[in-house]
T-cell receptor, first 115, second 115 residues
Framework: SQQGEEDPQALSIQEGENATMNCSYK?????LQWYRQNSGRGLVHLIL?????REKHSGRLRVTLDTSKKSSSLLITASRAADTASYFC???????????????FGRGTQLTVWP | GAVVSQHPSRVICKSGTSVKIECRSL??????MFWYRQFPKQSLMLMAT?????????EQGVEKDKFLINHASLTLSTLTVTSAHPEDSSFYIC???????????FGEGSRLTVL
């Protein structure tokens, strides 16, 4: 399976603190994406990092990728209560013998930011 | 970003009935759409990949006759849960790939409750 695995499964912090979530995956990838999901809602794309990139920033988000360790991290700086959500990493790859690219999701990290 | 509309957002049905969920790309053409299933506090599990004008590709363990997928046009894919049972109750999410760029956008999800 190409599925990513997030760590920790749950994270609880105070507003203003930084939140770091990690993701590990198993096979080679074309890119890795992070998504956010509010309870009972669809997914919102946060950031995509390609396999030849090591770090990427978007506002308060910072994503790193280490392909040698098959891992990625998502850092949310100066967290806010509105950041409370589940965060998923997803790896995009093409199955062997196929031309079909797919997204595989990890289990997610439930982030709770207390005001 | 592009918009993917999923309908209905919530549906309650009796055991044994069939339920159809629609996934529409509103402002772009999507040659490929993906259907996911998500149980509470768990990750998204890819059920099938839907390609316009051809048969869907189902993931291992997903019953083709149970979850009928039709992708009749470049903007619409439907998932029909046939003869629904309580264990089919879940959150179903679709995503659509933009034909030209390959970007993926997600619908808001459909919560199915089978009584």
């Amino acid at each position: 399976s190409q599925q990513g695995e997030e760590d920790p499964q749950a994270l609880s912090i105070q507003e203003g603190e930084n939140a770091t979530m990690n993701c590990s995956y198993k096979t080679s990838i074309n890119n890795l994406q992070w998504y956010r999901q509010n309870s009972g809602r669809g997914l919102v794309h946060l950031i995509l990092i390609r396999s030849n990139e090591r770090e990427k920033h978007s506002g308060r988000l910072r994503v790193t990728l280490d392909t040698s360790k098959k891992s990625s991290s998502l850092l949310i700086t100066a967290s806010r209560a509105a950041d409370t959500a589940s965060y998923f990493c997803a790896t995009y790859g093409v199955d062997r013998g196929s031309t079909l690219g797919r997204l595989y999701f990890g289990r997610g990290t439930q982030l709770t930011v207390w005001p | 970003g592009a918009v993917v509309s999923q309908h209905p957002s919530r549906v309650i049905c009796k055991s044994g009935t069939s339920v159809k969920i629609e996934c529409r790309s509103l402002d772009f053409q999507a040659t490929t759409m993906f259907w996911y299933r998500q149980f509470p506090k768990q990750s998204l599990m890819l059920m099938a990949t839907s390609n316009e004008g051809s048969k869907a590709t189902y993931e291992q363990g997903v019953e083709k006759d149970k979850f009928l997928i039709n992708h009749a046009s470049l903007t619409l894919s439907t998932l029909t849960v046939t003869s629904a049972h309580p264990e089919d109750s879940s959150f179903y999410i679709c995503s659509a790939r933009v034909w030209k760029t390959g970007e993926l956008f997600f619908g808001e999800g459909s919560r199915l409750t089978v009584l």
